[in-house]
């Protein structure tokens, strides 16, 4: 697609239910990343791939959390007996050549109630 | 360790007068540095790079190693600027995931 997309645009669920958001980078990119984007705050780096492979999970907050890119290219992000403080808008991002940026998608507002 | 520090939670600007959005940072090497912008309902986006040395809508940013500074400026501002502007930085190469500061957001009052 002509740029990262991410399903769904919003999710309510409730406390200690399962979750997966996903995200589908642009065509070609290998590097793609999440993070979480709580209010007020600056995004927060969670995990990075460089292709199939998880090259960076340590922002990843506890064991709760997992990611994978199965084929290189869509990535899901799964959050497992969510709590009230997961909340957060979860945003990913892809990069061809990450010195030149990334590009984001519009996010993931997740709200656990 | 890695950091970002904007200082300014929210700066207001009148139309017209000159704007600057301050970055530090906090890293042990040679870092690449970015400024992000978020426009009201509209998604995260690249605005500048320090490497590439652009003008990006009027604005420059320029590294200064001796200050660990990395601030945003624009001589004029218009009320399309008003928006959430975040600095953030990598590894050299962008061999490390950047870190992001919270953010300022920026207000331009006609």
């Known amino acids: 697609g002509a740029g990262v997309s991410q399903t769904p645009s919003n999710k309510v669920t409730e406390k200690g239910k399962y979750v997966e958001l996903r995200c589908d980078p642009i065509?070609?990119?290998?590097?793609l990343y999440w993070y979480r984007q709580s209010l007020g705050q600056g995004p927060e780096f969670l995990i990075y791939f460089q292709g199939t492979g998880a090259a960076d999970d340590s922002g990843l907050p506890n064991d709760r959390f997992f990611a994978v890119r199965p084929e290189g290219s869509v990535s899901t992000l799964k959050i497992q007996r969510t709590e009230r403080g997961d909340s957060a808008v979860y945003l990913c991002a892809s990069s061809l050549d990450p010195v030149r940026g990334y590009t984001f998608g519009s996010g993931t507002r997740l709200t656990v109630v | 360790a890695q950091r970002v520090t904007q200082p300014e939670k929210l700066l207001s600007v009148f139309k017209g007068a000159p704007v600057e959005l301050k970055c530090n940072y906090s890293?042990?090497?040679?870092?690449?540095l970015f400024w992000y912008v978020q426009y009201s309902r509209q998604r995260l986006q690249l605005l500048l790079r320090?490497?590439s040395r652009e003008s990006i809508k009027g604005f420059t940013a320029d590294l200064n190693k001796g200050e660990t500074s990395f601030h945003l400026k624009k001589p004029f501002a218009q009320e399309e600027d008003s928006a959430m502007y975040y600095c953030a930085l990598s590894g050299i190469s962008g061999n490390t995931p950047l870190v992001f500061g919270k953010g300022t957001r920026l207000s331009v009052i006609a």
């Open positions: 320090h490497i």
């Open positions: 065509s070609g990119h290998t590097a």
């Open positions: 890293y042990s090497g040679s870092p690449e």
